[in-house]
């Protein structure tokens, strides 16, 4: 499994969520 991949996804996530 490429963790790093995974890691860039959730960090979109936690960006998304601060600015909306």
């Known amino acids: 499994m490429d963790n ?3 890691d860039m996804y959730r960090l ?3 960006i998304i969520n ?3």
């Open 12 to 14: 979109v996530l936690k």
């Open 18 to 20: 601060m600015v909306t």
């Open 4 to 6: 790093c991949k995974y």
